[in-house]
Structure formats: structure tokens, C-alpha cells
């Protein structure tokens, strides 16, 4: 064999190894892709439909909104005044909400499951359920609620499930700042889940509730609309400040 044919074949073999590990390192790292968005930026670009949501990038809605398709079939809905940037890890897909509202699905059946982390807690669909939940973050206040299937909530060694029409509420208390430490920490939610109360809310209620916490968070005035959506004593009150 010449040797321009034995270089000619090298050179083939080099290029085939490149081009098929390029899907797969992409691949690894796509964790979805934008369906519909309004007034809304991904890594400070406008977002349009059908822009690829890479591991790590970040989604910020003003007064609009966006939905975002995963691998899997599961969907995010993003509301007004809202952040979430996406992390691709082994179990899956990580939606980590900073704040505003957000309301997500997830298939019974899914090969890639999700999750939603808020500070220093998890929101977890129950698996091989059909599941729908919404969550809110507002001021010093978390509401997670599920409309279908069952959430768990957990954090720091802690769980607590929301059934399937009922509601959650945490708040957070200021975490200890580290001594040497160039970022602001982050509020603690956890350490609430063994005092919190699951409560009963239609969902009218919960837009009224959820509509309030984005716009101000006032713990007085989220006791008088818990009463007023809950007027039963039977019911349990959220857990308000």
C-alpha cells in the first residue's frame, strides 16, 4: 500500500472519530428547547421559539412569559418577574427558580424526570404519576402546590409530601454568611418543612394568593387571605410570619 493512500486513510478515520463525538457531546449538554416566549431573554438574548436551552443557561421573564419544552416530555411555564437557569445532571434535569411563579408537567412515563430547586429546597414530581404543580416565590415566602399527581418537598435530611390539590408554604430565614465569600448567600427554606402546614386551596384561591406574593409579600395580609380562602377550622392555616 502507498503511503499517500495509507495517509489518505488516516486522515479519513481522524475526521470520522471527530464527527461522531460532536452529537454526543452536544447532546449531553441540551437540556430543551424554548416553545413560546414574550418578553423574555435566555443569557441576556431575546428569546425566540425553538431556541436550544443548553445545561447552565439562563432564563429570565419580565412582564411576559415563556414556556420551555425538556427532554422527556415535561414542560416549565415561566411567569412575569421570574428567573429559572437549567443544570443537566445525572438523575435528569434541575430547574433552579431564583423567583416569580412557575407552573410545570410531567409525564407519568419519562426517561429523563426533573426537578425544581428553590434555595436550599427540592420540588419533586412523584414518579410514574401524571404530575402538574405550581410554585411561587415571593419575598421571604415559598408556595408550592400540586394540581395533579403528588410533589415531595425536601431539604437538609427533611421531606414532606403535597398531595394531589393541596398547598405548601415555607419561608425562609436568612442563612449565615460564610466568612470568606465573594456572593450573598442564600436564604434558608428547609429548615421550615417541619413546622409547615399543607393546606387545602382551590385554584382561584391559589392565582389570588400566587398574584399577591409577586407583587408584594406581606405576612399580614397573606394570614388574611388564607382565612379568607380557608374559612373552615377543619382546614390547617398556611404557616404565615
Do not use: W
Not at 22 to 40: D, M, W, Y
Not at 94 to 112: E, I, L, R, W, Y
Not at 180 to 194: E, H, Q
Request: with cysteine.
Amino acid at each position: 500500500m502507498s503511503i499517500t493512500r495509507i495517509a489518505r486513510l488516516t486522515i479519513v478515520l481522524l475526521l470520522s472519530c471527530e464527527i461522531s463525538g460532536l452529537p454526543s457531546t452536544a447532546g449531553s449538554i441540551i437540556v430543551g428547547s424554548v416553545i413560546e416566549g414574550l418578553n423574555a431573554t435566555l443569557d441576556q438574548q431575546e428569546v425566540r421559539p425553538g431556541a436550544t436551552i443548553l445545561s447552565g443557561d439562563n432564563l429570565q421573564v419580565e412582564d411576559g412569559r415563556a414556556v420551555v419544552g425538556l427532554q422527556g416530555g415535561s414542560r416549565i411555564t415561566l411567569g412575569k418577574d421570574t428567573v429559572v437557569s437549567f443544570q443537566k445532571e445525572t438523575h435528569g434535569v434541575t430547574a433552579v427558580v431564583d423567583h416569580g411563579m412557575t407552573d410545570f408537567f410531567q409525564p407519568a412515563k419519562v426517561n429523563s424526570p426533573m426537578r425544581l430547586q428553590i434555595a436550599d429546597v427540592y420540588v419533586i414530581p412523584e414518579s410514574g404519576l401524571a404530575s402538574v404543580g405550581v410554585i411561587a416565590m415571593g419575598g421571604d415566602t415559598l408556595i408550592v402546590s400540586a394540581r395533579a399527581g403528588s410533589l415531595r418537598v425536601e431539604g437538609r435530611g427533611r421531606s414532606i409530601e403535597v398531595p394531589e390539590g393541596k398547598m405548601l408554604t415555607l419561608h425562609s430565614q436568612p442563612a449565615r454568611a460564610p466568612q470568606i465569600s465573594g456572593t450573598t448567600p442564600r436564604p434558608t427554606l428547609a429548615r421550615d418543612l417541619k413546622i409547615a402546614a399543607v393546606t387545602l386551596i382551590g385554584a382561584a384561591g391559589l392565582a389570588l394568593l400566587v398574584n399577591h406574593f409577586i407583587s408584594n409579600a406581606s405576612s399580614s395580609s397573606c394570614r388574611e387571605l388564607v382565612q379568607q380562602l380557608n374559612p373552615s377550622p377543619v382546614v390547617p392555616s398556611a404557616v404565615c410570619p
